[in-house]
Each structure stands twice: as C-alpha cells, then as structure tokens.
C-alpha cells in the first residue's frame, strides 16, 4: 500500500494529509454556499433542529412602584443605518442596515415624594386640594416581537467577519438608534400633558366617590 505520493520537481506528501486538505476545503465551501445563499435551495438540506434548554427565570428583585402611569404612546421609526469605510467601497467594507423599531413610551406621575402637605381638605370634608409633582416619560421600551429588520447590505469584508462573530450582523446600533428617535418623538408629542389629565381624572373619580364635591389638582 502506498502511503504518500511523489510530486515532480517537489517533496514527497502524505496521503493523509491531501485528504485533510481536500475535506477543509469542502467544509469552506459548504459554509460559504449556505452564509451567503449561492445556490438557491441549498440551505434546506442542513435543517436546524431548535431546543430550548434554557433553565428557570430567576427573580433577582421587587421593587415597589410610588408612581401612576397614566398614559402610554405606541411608536414606530424606520431607522437606515449605514456605516461606510474610508478609502473603501461599500461593496468591500460598509454595512447599511433598514430597521424597523416599534416600541411605547410611558407618562407616569411620581406619587413617592407626596405628604402631609400635599393634600389639603377643609373642615367639612367637602374640598380637597392637591399638588403633585409634573408628569415625566419613562424611557423607550423596543417591543421585540414588532420590531424587525428589512434589509441588511454588508461589504464582502464584513461578511466574512460574521463568519467568526458570536453575534453575525448585530442589531444593538439600529435598536439603540430606534430608542432614541422614539425618545425624541415622545417628546414632542403631548404625552406629558395627556399624562397629567388622566391623573387629574382619576383623582377627582377617586376622591369625589369619598364624598368630596370640589377637588382641585394642580402640578409644580
């Protein structure tokens, strides 16, 4: 049995290790062909078989909540993010990624600060004034199962660093970007004055079923 080969003008090779040489390339290529879909239909024949072996949520902490939220704005941004590379064209090195980020804002009323002298009521327990503090917005909380990306547009560089990336073509910039437009957006939209009048609301419902005829709510 021959156990290595002679190459003209060159050194003897073992046979096993033009083998090895031959699956390595094999395996290359199997991966290459499935990453970047070079052969439509190809994908379907390595089926993935999901398990979830996750183990039991843990609850690290309770904490008490001193606040009312009284009001809660649904969001959506489109974000396009793109990333480019001095000196290289984007088809090499560049990513551009279309983002679609859903996500609410709360307004919320912060009852913890409130004492005795928040809360006037006069002899007959018919007026009731209060003071609370200004509504404020809770930060902007992405909603995973209506938020999605629409395209992904990666340089061959960038691609081929998925290969060797624990985390391929991650999301964190454009979901982080998503929060922050929707930050902004709250903002502007009145959700802290909406925020406001349902507390007053609720108030003077809570209060007026006590028997109180005049109650007054302000902020500041």
């Known amino acids: 049995m021959e ?4 190459r003209p003008g060159g050194s003897w090779r073992p ?45 690290k902490s309770i904490q008490d909540m001193d606040r009312y939220e009284a009001a809660v704005g649904n969001f959506q941004v489109v974000v396009d993010l793109e990333k ?9 090195r560049g990513t551009r990624t279309l983002y679609v980020g859903a996500g609410t804002v709360g307004g919320y009323v912060d009852l913890g600060g409130l004492d ?7 002899g007959d327990r018919t007026k009731a004034s209060i003071r ?10 992405l909603d995973p199962a209506r938020s999605y990306a629409v395209s992904k547009q990666r340089g061959l ?17 454009v979901q982080k970007l998503a929060a922050q437009h929707i930050d902004e957006a709250a903002r502007g939209s009145g959700l802290v004055e909406r925020a406001e009048r349902n507390t007053t609301s609720m108030l003077e419902g809570l209060l007026r079923s006590l028997g109180f005829r005049e109650v007054t709510v302000a902020y500041g």
């Open 3 to 6: 156990t290595s080969s002679a």
């Open 15 to 59: 046979w096993w290790r033009r083998i090895a040489v031959g699956l390595a390339v094999v395996v290359v290529l199997i991966v290459l062909v499935e990453r970047f879909s070079l052969v439509p239909g190809f994908g379907g024949l390595f089926g993935e078989d999901t398990r979830d072996r996750s183990g039991p949520a843990l609850l």
């Open 84 to 92: 480019d590379a001095a000196l290289l064209p984007d088809v090499i």
């Open 116 to 122: 005795e002298r928040s809360v006037t009521v006069n």
């Open 132 to 141: 609370l503090p200004h509504a404020v917005l809770g930060t902007a909380a």
């Open 157 to 173: 560089l960038d691609r081929l660093g998925d290969l060797f990336s624990d985390n391929p073509a991650g999301e964190q910039a």
